[in-house]
């Protein structure tokens, strides 16, 4: 057990336990304990964390009963989510209070951080009477289509016509219904809307936290601070403020690197889709001769089971190795942060979870945006037209429109125009984390907002 002072102010993180979700609060974790704070993690049994990889942190698990026959797949999340949230509430409860007791060994406990999927812990705090803090680990944009369903379903509004799905959203810049993060073209369960609604409610904490920052997110942070009415604190990009740790479920295959190392720069294409994206045999096969036909190098991931029914590589078409030879490298996972930083990256196909946006964004890698689920499709919508630092792929089970969607963006001027707004985005990046810069800024102000908790 690790020793805390007992006047040490020590704040409670808990992560939805996913990767997407895990790791910006494991990379919140350092940025704070490098403020001076000390880190307890409260963590789901289901997807437990490799506590060696954050010897400066204590641990302590929550009972989920999740794993115990519940279909855990991407598709069904939100019975995950309601499961988890009624099943940890007693276990969270019933640890803080004996820490909460025990200053000696755990300094004194001034706040709980929570993914705002983990709504469960805002009760607790009241409860416990501790101060409680919300983390998005999405951008401000996103949390604002979780209103927009809201309002459609009190609306009666939904399902709407398919031939809506292509027109603007009037209260969201440049997002249209189709981008929303749940068909609103079909009827959307009255549980998920209480979900929706239970996830939005981050106003009720005293303060928000978000991986974000001014520049990519201005106006929907201007907004959201109209409705919670509490602080806000975009400090991101995390990645970039904390030394690189692993925070990944997957064992990352670093071999690529070396492989990498032999490439030209801005050469080569990284495709991965992220740690639950499945898709269909079709797709696989597509991109596999799109990939071929384009000419260019190219890094895959492609997860084990990231295909339904396989074990790995063995659904790819026959002949497409042999057609490829020493252009292309496939991975079943690779350290992303380390291979969008290499020089010979070039371009990026992404499903556009938040935190690949982000790497891709600090590393000014332009991208080609084919979104799965969730917040991916407004990341997409805002990569390809608003920030402009990326190409929609229009079609993904076709093998030209791959090819030539990978050529656009690695060789022709369409892709040079990609490159250099990506590059000015990243030095925007780059000066708001610098001091007097927003995120900066932000940090200092929540580092002082957290101090100004009671002892």
Known sequence: MVILRAQKRSIVLVPFP???????????????????????????????LNTLNHPEFVFFPLEDNVSAGLDTSIGNISAVITAINENCKVSLQDSLAQMMKDRENHGHVCCIIYDAVMHFSRSVANHLNISSMVLGTFSAFYMQTHHTILRLGAENSIPLQESKLLEPVPELHALRFKDLLIPVNTEIPQTVLELLKDISNIGSSIGIIWNTTEDLDHKS???LRQL?????????????IVPASSTSFLKEDTSCIEWLDKQAPNSVLYISLGSLACIEEKELEETAWGLAKSGQPFL?????????????????????????????????????KEVLGHPAVGGFLTHCGWNSTLESLCEAVPMICRPCFSDQMANARYITHVWKVGLELEEVNDREVIGKTVKRLMIENEGKQVRQRVLDMKQKLDTSMKKSGASYQSLSDLTDFINSFPL
């Open 18 to 48: 996913y990767q997407g979700h895990t790791t910006p609060m494991l990379q919140l974790g350092k940025i704070l304990h490098s403020r001076g704070f000390s880190i307890i993690v409260a963590h789901t049994k289901f997807n437990s």
């Open 221 to 223: 942070l201007s907004e």
């Open 228 to 240: 919670y009415k509490v602080p806000i604190f975009p400090i991101g990009p995390f990645h970039k």
């Open 300 to 336: 895959w991931v492609v997860r084990p089971c990231s295909v339904n029914g396989s074990n790995w590589i063995e659904q790819l078409p026959n002949g497409f190795q042999d057609c490829i030879g020493e252009r292309g490298q496939i991975v079943k996972w690779a350290p992303q």
